[in-house]
């Protein structure tokens, strides 16, 4: 069975990738917790996936888990 298009572009996959090492990975976490106070929602609710590099594989883990 062939999918319409209709039904395949009302999918998506948000993914929020974070990059950083050291200090700007710190920044990295202000800057999600104030994501989180604008939008008054935890970030893992809007995002289907979330990973970082380096200290922001951290703060990935605080986006999904409040530590």
């Known amino acids: 069975m ?3 298009s ?3 572009s ?3 996959c948000r993914i929020l990738a974070l ?3 050291g200090a700007k990975g710190f920044y990295t976490l202000g800057i999600l917790k104030e994501i ?3 939008i008054n929602q935890p ?3 809007k995002f ?3 990973f970082g590099t380096s200290t922001c594989a951290i ?3 605080y986006a999904v888990k409040q530590i």
Do not use: R, T
Request: glycine share 8%; hydrophobic share 35%; charged share 20%.
């Open 6 to 8: 209709s039904q395949i």
């Open 48 to 50: 289907n996936l979330i």
């Open 10 to 12: 009302n999918k998506y």
């Open 36 to 38: 989180e106070a604008m």
């Open 19 to 21: 990059d950083g090492g």
């Open 59 to 61: 703060d990935s883990v």
């Open 43 to 45: 970030l893992y609710e």
């Open 2 to 4: 062939v999918q319409q």
